[in-house]
């Protein structure tokens, strides 16, 4: 069974740095695009980052443009999100998601992690 499981969430003061991961498991989701969503309280989730399969392609959110940085090690079927310059407004619970390309990824996932708690203090 196909599985997405998130870690490193937390709760960091404003301006600090955070460095989340999914790790994939059941499959090969190497050749799947890979991404993150966040769903802040009483908010709609909304895609954050994504990326490509190869790990050359990439795609952000504008407002984390410059401070999160998302990568995938393929051999550990894993993916990050290092996140940078953190605001109070980044609180949310972050999703790991899945999908066969970027586009399709930030539309419709078919993959979802259950989530990690990340809190940014003022």
């Known amino acids: 069974q196909a599985q997405l499981v998130e870690s490193g969430g937390g709760l960091v003061q404003a301006g600090g740095s955070l460095r989340l991961s999914c790790a994939a498991s059941g499959r090969t989701f190497n050749t799947y695009a890979m991404g993150w969503f966040r769903q802040a309280p009483g908010k709609e989730r909304e895609f954050v980052a994504g990326?490509?399969?190869?790990?050359?392609?990439?795609r952000y959110a504008d407002s984390v443009k410059g401070r999160f940085t998302i990568s995938r090690d393929n051999a550990q079927n894993t993916v990050y999100l290092q996140m940078n310059a953190l605001k109070p407004e980044d609180t949310a619970v972050y999703y790991c998601?899945?999908?066969?390309?970027?586009?399709?990824?930030?539309?419709?996932?078919?993959?979802w992690g259950q989530g990690t708690q990340v809190t940014v203090s003022s």
């Open positions: 998601a899945a999908h066969t390309t970027i586009t399709d990824m930030t539309q419709s996932p078919s993959y």
């Open positions: 990326i490509n399969w190869s790990g050359r392609a990439t």
